[in-house]
């Protein structure tokens, strides 16, 4: 069975300071894509990523980064000089298979003070 | 940009009356979703929806739950007698073939 530990409730960081939020996963796939959702305080879940279990390689996305390792089986988060605006719940979340339904942890609640 | 619509934004019902939730997916997408959030809570698949059929349900869609996709555009979640812990938010997603889910920006349900 797939599942997706977020072992961080809530983290709160001061503006501009960079911040990590991790994420571990367990499946018997070989096959298998992770997700990081932002879900902002009006609800909705806006994709941020998606990577395959075949592609290690590290992304960067302006300020948000991404680090996938197989032998962790970890995909961890960072927000580098964070913003205010970047206050949300952080959603990680796996599907084996392309198509198959997503697994979601259970979320890291971050507060950037401004 | 495409995206997915969910309707109505909040809904309130009575304990024990029906409510039809409506997603419109994107156009070209074929696989389409429903998940709950409880409040606080995280995000949980409810069923899966391809090829006209219900391809993977979770333990919380009983009997009590069924999808449609009436007409070819509208994809529903009909819940026939509402319980107090039915209250959450409802997401609905769809997927292409080979893209990530994309998410309606959900009904939130309150049965009181």
């Known amino acids: 069975a797939q599942k997706v530990t977020q072992a961080q409730t809530e983290i709160s960081v001061v503006e501009k300071e960079d911040v990590t939020l991790d994420c571990v996963y367990e499946?018997?796939?070989?096959?298998?894509?992770l997700f990081w959702y932002k879900q902002p305080p009006s609800g909705e879940l806006v994709f941020l990523i998606r990577?395959?279990?075949?592609?290690?390689q590290n992304e960067i996305s302006g300020r948000y980064s991404w680090n996938f390792q197989k032998s962790t089986s970890s995909f961890n988060f960072t927000i580098t000089a964070s913003q205010v605006v970047d206050s949300a719940v952080y959603f990680c979340a796996l599907s084996e298979g392309r198509n198959e339904k997503l697994t979601f942890g259970t979320g890291t609640r971050l507060t950037i003070i401004p | 940009e495409p995206e997915v619509t969910q309707t109505p934004s909040h809904q309130v019902t009575q304990m024990g009356q029906e409510v039809i939730l409506r997603c419109v997916p994107i156009s070209n997408h074929l696989y389409f979703y429903w998940y709950r959030q409880i409040l606080g809570q995280k995000v949980e698949f409810l069923v899966s929806f391809y090829n006209n059929e219900i391809s993977e349900k979770s333990e919380i869609f009983d009997d009590q739950f069924s999808v449609e996709r009436p007409d070819g555009s509208n994809f529903t979640l009909k819940i026939r007698s509402t319980k107090l812990e039915d209250s959450a938010m409802y997401f609905c997603?769809?997927?292409?073939?080979?893209?990530?889910?994309?998410f309606g920006q959900g009904t939130r349900l309150t049965v009181v």
């Open positions: 990577r395959n279990s075949f592609d290690e």
């Open positions: 997603a769809s997927r292409g073939l080979d893209t990530e889910a994309f």
């Open positions: 499946t018997r796939d070989t096959t298998y894509y």
